[in-house]
């Protein structure tokens, strides 16, 4: 099936082929940013060498660690480290924050699309159902490929509308779920490092 043949099929789908177009463009995206985010932020154990390197008393080379690391779970050791002297559950605590924000950016526009597409899809069928009806209703069946025309147009957004919401929907929870996974291992490291904290300055003089 060439591309001139999709897209005039797809121009059959009636008007509301015009939003589903737009929702498309909009979920691939956010797919395309969360994707970069997420590779750019990918981990590789840095927040472990982190934890490392403070046991080990080494804090120049921890915070010089922290401070070039992208991932979100070294970004919030590092807030800790910045304030170790003070406040670090607090620091940890706002940079804990922004990183969940920063984490799911844009992650509602992807759920939108998610529950919009087949809604849209559902209205394409019935406007096609209507001209459907609606030929029948002024010419009988005089008209067969009228007829047919208006319930292929309720075929192919229906159709459209699921594939979107289909395709949005794995990544959609793969974002998410990935999301929630690192605030797990955000909170578990930031604990790590305040015990660590806490343990350094009792020993101190």
Not at 52 to 62: E, P, Q, T
Not at 185 to 195: D, F, K, N, S, Y
Request: with cysteine.
């Amino acid at each position: 099936m060439t591309l001139v043949t999709v897209v005039s099929l797809l121009a059959r789908g009636g008007f509301v082929m015009i939003p589903l177009a737009l929702c498309s463009v909009l979920a691939l995206a956010v797919i395309l940013d969360r994707s970069w985010f997420w590779w750019r932020a990918r981990s590789a154990g840095a927040a472990e060498a982190i934890l490392h390197l403070v046991r080990a008393g080494k804090w120049d080379d921890a915070i010089e660690t922290a401070r070039g690391a992208l991932s979100p779970q070294a970004r919030v050791l590092a807030a800790g480290l910045d304030h170790r002297e003070g406040a670090a559950a607090l620091a940890m605590a706002a940079a804990a924050r922004a990183e969940q924000a920063r984490m799911r950016r844009a992650l509602p526009v992807l759920d939108t699309v998610v529950t919009l597409s087949p809604l849209l899809g559902l209205l394409g069928t019935v406007t096609g159902m209507i001209a459907a009806f609606g030929v029948i209703s002024t010419s009988g069946i005089a008209q067969p490929h009228a007829i047919t025309g208006g319930v292929a147009e309720a075929l192919i957004a229906t159709a459209t509308g699921l594939g979107i919401a289909i395709a949005s929907l794995v990544p959609y929870n793969y974002f998410s779920s990935r999301a929630e996974r690192v605030l797990d291992e955000i909170e578990a490291q930031a604990t790590r490092l305040e015990v660590l904290l806490a343990g350094d300055s009792r020993e101190a003089p």
